[in-house]
């Protein structure tokens, strides 16, 4: 099947810094990625959606300036959360759409803001 | 909004016990539906999809689920679990622009 990586797979960081992670579809190529929060013992939520070239659509109730999305190719999709807080800290999960109603998904990012 | 429901928190059998791991959801429309697992460590796995046809969909590794839509039901079944079958199960629906919308998922815990 289709594979998506993630990078990094854990990041700890500072408070008021920025983190970067990367999405990647190694072997196909997908206009359309999508970026999931998963809270301990919870669900994964939609945070937004990622089409190459053009701006993410971002789900009710997150920051856009503080959840940057950019997906300038085919195979790439960066998330970057800026001046992260420890209410940041998450586990972090991308996914990408292979055709309409198929999707494959990222191992996901530990996300660990001090 | 489309929303899913998973009725189980924690389910914990023995070895060869039957499973059932329920999944309802809210939209009274097409619906495309899914069951993903999610092993100790990795990343989420699909099981199985309903898009259309036969109600009963057969997936990987011995799982099945059958959608009955008269009671928004999308419910996993494997007549025999056993110790690698302990990990989390979500249950999703797709949304509007290709999402997914995810169930708060089940815990199943396998006891050999």
């Known amino acids: 099947g289709a594979v998506v990586s993630q990078h990094p797979s854990r990041v700890i960081c500072k408070s008021g810094t920025s983190v970067k992670i990367e999405c990647r579809s190694l072997?196909?190529?997908?206009?359309?990625m999508f970026w999931y929060r998963q809270f301990p013992k919870k669900s994964l939520m939609l945070m937004a959606t990622s089409n190459e070239g053009s701006k993410a659509t971002y789900e009710q109730g997150v920051e856009k300036d503080k959840f940057l999305i950019n997906h300038a190719s085919l195979t790439l999709s960066t998330l970057t959360v800026t001046s992260a807080h420890p209410e940041d800290s998450s586990f972090y999960i991308c996914?990408?759409?292979?055709?309409?109603?198929?999707?494959?998904f990222g191992p996901g990012t530990r996300l660990t803001v001090l | 909004a489309q929303s899913v429901s998973q009725h189980n928190h924690h389910v914990i059998l023995s070895e060869a016990a039957s499973l059932e791991l329920g999944c309802n959801y809210s939209y009274g429309g097409t619906v495309n539906l899914f069951w993903y697992v999610q092993y100790p460590g990795q990343h989420l796995q699909l099981l199985l999809k309903?898009?259309?046809?036969?109600?009963l969909v057969k997936g990987i590794k011995g799982f099945e689920a059958e959608f009955i839509k008269s009671k928004f039901s999308f419910n996993l079944r494997k007549p025999s679990v056993q110790w690698s079958d302990t990990a989390e199960y979500f249950c999703?629906?797709?949304?509007?622009?290709?999402?997914?919308?995810f169930g708060k998922g089940t815990k199943l815990s396998v006891k050999p």
């Open positions: 309903y898009f259309s046809g036969d109600p």
């Open positions: 996914s990408a759409r292979v055709v309409f109603n198929e999707q494959f």
């Open positions: 999703a629906v797709m949304g509007s622009q290709g999402n997914l919308i």
């Open positions: 072997d196909f190529q997908a206009t359309t």
